[in-house]
């Protein structure tokens, strides 16, 4: 389903408080490149810029990845990889790798805090999560817990730019979240530079939305440079 036939079910009002307030011409607007390219150009240097990135990384994220699971195992039992079933394009599930930040039986202690939760469903979180280990901590600050997801990327399930992979189905989503899953989910989007945690599910997805509206090569260039800032900075992080 193309995601033009899809903009009639997005809400326009950006007085509703659940939506983030975006200026008539936002800068991942401009210059856009796909159209000049066309999409099957597009996706193709897509994926060659996913794996071209991935391959420069590996050498340094290897070695990375054997201290950071060390630091796992000497702080808790448990195993240093969290493997969880994710949503992915056309909603295709697929295995989603990261470093593991919590206590290993974190999932089964889900239900004690749900009245903890301080967004809205399907979102989960609550402040100073107990469940997270100090290592964790530091993972998720330093975004070090995201690494493992280049070999996702390696692999097809995701690319390096895109929506989000969602840990529950779409069989959750309202008719107009669907649009997001015309795209391989990426490791980071137009979100995580807007707000990253900060923001509710509702406006990450319009924000998902607006990034297929306006995909191009250069433009996923420049999400990828802002993530270097965010990272550094570590806002939104948790």
């Known amino acids: ?22 200026p008539d011409k936002p800068w991942y607007a401009r210059h856009s490149q796909r159209r000049l390219l066309g999409d099957a150009a597009y996706r193709r240097g897509k994926r060659l810029l996913d794996v071209v990135v991935c391959l420069v990384l590996l050498p340094l994220v290897l070695p990375l990845l054997g201290l950071c699971g060390l630091a796992i195992k000497v702080e808790s039992r448990g195993p240093f990889l969290f493997v969880q079933q994710r949503t992915g394009k ?10 593991r ?37 530091f993972l998720r600050k330093t975004s070090l ?12 399930d ?22 997001r899953l015309e795209a391989e989910p ?6 995580q530079i807007s707000g990253r945690n900060e923001l509710d599910f509702d406006a990450r997805l ?12 250069w433009l996923d260039v420049r999400i990828l440079l802002r993530t270097i800032g965010c990272v550094v900075s570590g806002r939104g992080a948790n």
């Open 1 to 22: 389903m193309p995601t033009r036939h899809l903009s009639i079910a997005v809400p326009l009002s950006v007085a509703d408080a659940r939506w983030p307030v975006l």
């Open 101 to 137: 930040t919590m206590i290993a039986d974190a999932e089964e202690q889900k239900a004690r805090y749900l009245s903890l939760n301080k967004l809205r469903y399907p979102d989960f979180k609550i402040e100073n999560d107990p469940r997270i280990t100090r290592v964790g901590r």
């Open 158 to 179: 995701m690319s390096l730019v895109g929506p989000r992979p969602t840990s529950f189905s779409a069989s959750t989503y309202a008719l107009w979240h669907t649009a």
């Open 145 to 156: 817990d995201e690494l493992p997801q280049l070999f996702n990327v390696l692999r097809g």
């Open 206 to 217: 319009r924000l998902d939305i607006a990034y297929l509206r306006h995909q191009s090569l």
């Open 186 to 191: 990426g490791i980071t989007g137009l979100w």
């Open 90 to 99: 056309n909603a295709r599930r697929f295995r989603f790798y990261k470093l």
